[in-house]
């Protein structure tokens, strides 16, 4: 496999745990009720754009190896195939580190 490829595959891991991210991000205050009132847990703290973007950087490497590997799943079919693939292992691999990095935010 090519570089070029292969950090196709990876880009499109990053989108795929980046879409992830932000639907989970989304739906984060319905979950974890707590962070509607951010003064009373932080004050002057983070804001949630802040917050977006440190979950996103903190998640960045999985998504990418995710992308790597989802893109070596599909043993048939074209190039389609092998970018949804990328896309759905990069948002596996970027979960768990969006989901931990939300929970840190909730006033744990």
Do not use: D, N
């Not at 974890?32 to 847990?41: D, K, N």
């Amino acid at each position: 496999m090519k570089f070029y490829r292969a950090l196709l595959f990876s880009l499109a891991g990053w989108v795929g745990g980046a879409t992830a991210i932000f639907l989970i991000f989304l739906v984060w205050p319905v979950v974890f009720p707590a962070i509607l009132r951010m003064e009373r847990y932080y004050g002057a703290g983070p804001s949630l754009r802040f917050i977006l973007a440190m979950v996103l950087l903190a998640s960045t490497p999985a998504a990418l190896l995710g992308g790597a590997m989802g893109s070596r799943l599909p043993s048939e079919g074209g190039r389609k195939e092998q970018h949804v693939f990328a896309a759905i292992g990069g948002g596996c691999f970027a979960l768990p580190f969006a989901c931990g990095g939300f929970w840190f935010f909730t006033g744990w």
